[in-house]
């Protein structure tokens, strides 16, 4: 496609984005409806950019698979300063490619999918990116197609990562068996995960109560209850902010008996 093509106001953020513009470190393009070749323009001008730290495309890829490959090979793999990334609300059935390119990216903190059509087979590309990726704090999946089979391939993901905090799965058609996987990798493997959405799926409330406590057991500290070299003078300190959560409290008091005693 031919430059003058190209909307006046891509080609000017374009010009913005190659020249390093400060007032661009936050790149709206909400409802833009981008086309493949308004997609490679972009992430050209992206690719030779080094401050933006938020892209939002939310509503923006017209579904296309091409455009999100695009975005994954020349901006994802290895981009410098992108931080925060909105993809919702795109109508995408295949996120391989961003699952692929979270491999070797180190710099991406959140990740915005929400309100796609995203299934079992990008969720086995998520669990990849989550083995191995040590900076993606957020990943937000709520209102896809994930299934239990989706949930398995994220929670054996999920025993390998130390990094992320929030994930967001709700309405995904998840059952209680899917959930119970991801309670027994919280139980086993993850102490790093504090917040878990599981709201509107196929899941009793009794066990998204259950897995909510080992987050937030997650956030106030529980690698340390394992930990032989972490001074107990340490654990009031530590658990002071759930004083006003006595799930929290009451699963700390189980797992190290006499804690409150000293």
Same mark, same amino acid.
């Given at each position: 496609?031919?430059?003058?093509?190209?909307?006046?106001?891509?080609?000017?953020?374009?010009?913005?984005?190659?020249?390093?513009?400060?007032?661009?470190?936050?790149?709206?393009?909400?409802?833009?409806?981008?086309?493949?070749?308004?997609?490679?323009?972009?992430?050209?001008?992206?690719?030779?950019?080094?401050?933006?730290?938020?892209?939002?495309?939310?509503?923006?890829?017209?579904?296309?698979?091409?455009?999100?490959?695009?975005?994954?090979?020349?901006?994802?793999?290895?981009?410098?300063?992108?931080?925060?990334?909105?993809?919702?609300?795109?109508?995408?059935?295949?996120?391989?490619?961003?699952?692929?390119?979270?491999?070797?990216?180190?710099?991406?903190?959140?990740? $915005? =999918?929400? !309100? &796609? @059509?995203?299934?079992?087979?990008?969720?086995?590309?998520? /669990? +990849?990116? *989550?083995?191995? #990726? %040590?900076?993606?704090?957020?990943? $937000? =999946?709520? !209102? &896809? @197609?994930?299934?239990?089979?989706?949930?398995?391939?994220? /929670? +054996?993901? *999920?025993?390998? #990562? %130390?990094?992320?905090?929030?994930?967001? =799965?709700?309405? &995904?058609?998840?059952?209680?068996?899917?959930?119970?996987?991801?309670?027994?990798?919280?139980?086993?493997?993850?102490?790093?995960?504090?917040?878990?959405?599981?709201?509107?799926?196929?899941?009793?409330?009794?066990?998204?109560?259950?897995?909510?406590?080992?987050?937030?057991?997650?956030?106030?500290?529980?690698?340390?209850?394992?930990?032989?070299?972490?001074?107990?003078?340490?654990?009031?300190?530590?658990?002071?902010?759930?004083?006003?959560?006595?799930?929290?409290?009451?699963?700390?008091?189980?797992?190290?008996?006499?804690?409150?005693?000293?």
């Amino acid at each position: 496609m031919e430059a003058a093509a190209i909307p006046h106001w891509l080609q000017d953020q374009c010009r913005r984005l190659e020249a390093k513009d400060e007032y661009v470190s936050n790149l709206n393009l909400n409802i833009r409806r981008l086309d493949d070749s308004m997609m490679v323009v972009l992430s050209q001008a992206l690719r030779k950019n080094s401050v933006i730290s938020v892209l939002n495309m939310t509503s923006s890829l017209k579904n296309s698979p091409l455009g999100l490959n695009i975005l994954a090979e020349l901006i994802l793999r290895s981009h410098a300063s992108l931080a925060t990334l909105h993809l919702s609300y795109n109508h995408l059935t295949d996120v391989v490619a961003v699952g692929n390119a979270l491999v070797t990216n180190q710099k991406l903190i959140s990740l $915005h =999918l929400d !309100y &796609n @059509l995203i299934d079992k087979r990008s969720a086995a590309a998520m /669990a +990849d990116a *989550l083995r191995v #990726n %040590t900076t993606l704090v957020r990943l $937000h =999946l709520n !209102y &896809n @197609l994930l299934g239990d089979e989706g949930v398995l391939a994220l /929670a +054996d993901g *999920l025993q390998h #990562n %130390t990094s992320l905090l929030h994930l967001g =799965l709700k309405r &995904n058609s998840i059952s209680a068996v899917g959930a119970s996987v991801l309670f027994q990798t919280i139980v086993t493997r993850n102490m790093s995960l504090q917040r878990l959405d599981l709201e509107d799926n196929f899941i009793p409330a009794e066990m998204i109560s259950q897995i909510g406590i080992l987050c937030r057991a997650n956030k106030a500290g529980r690698r340390y209850l394992t930990d032989t070299n972490f001074p107990d003078n340490l654990w009031p300190a530590l658990l002071e902010w759930v004083n006003d959560d006595p799930d929290v409290l009451y699963f700390f008091a189980r797992a190290k008996p006499g804690l409150y005693e000293r």
